[in-house]
């Protein structure tokens, strides 16, 4: 399984930046999908999950209302949509694949621990 992820930049406060990430390899209906972003100085964080199917989605506190996660299976592709951004929004966000019903997990996955795959990281710097 390869996750390739794009779509960072350069934004300013209030605006808008649109995270692609292409999953290929084995099956995707059976994962839950992640993103998590690192900033300077700090660990990695949770930042938002979907089942594939889009059914059951969950995000951190800091980006609810402001942060999209969904999924395009005819493309394979998960989108992480941010709006109204901030400062500190600004981290190298990562996308991951967690592989959880051959865990034996049904429920959305929040630690780095649990995803099996991640992709290389890409670079949002929002400026003030």
């Known amino acids: 399984v390869q996750l390739q992820a794009s779509g960072g930049g350069l934004a300013e406060v209030g605006g808008s930046l649109r995270l692609s990430c292409v999953v290929s390899?084995?099956?995707?209906?059976?994962?839950?999908m992640g993103w998590f972003r690192q900033a300077p100085g700090k660990e990695r964080e949770f930042v938002a999950a979907?089942?594939?199917?889009?059914?059951?989605?969950d995000y951190a506190d800091s980006v609810k209302g402001r942060f999209t996660i969904s999924t395009d299976d005819a493309k394979s592709t998960v989108y992480l949509q941010m709006n109204s951004l901030k400062p500190e929004d600004t981290a190298v966000y990562y996308c991951?694949?967690?592989?959880?019903?051959?865990?034996?997990?049904?429920?959305?996955?929040?630690?780095?621990?649990?995803?099996?795959?991640w992709g290389q990281g890409t670079q949002v710097t929002v400026s003030s």
């Open positions: 991951a694949a967690d592989d959880r019903i051959a865990r034996g997990r049904y429920r959305l996955s929040y630690h780095i621990t649990e995803y099996d795959y």
């Open positions: 390899g084995r099956t995707r209906s059976t994962y839950a």
């Open positions: 979907t089942s594939w199917s889009g059914g059951t989605r």
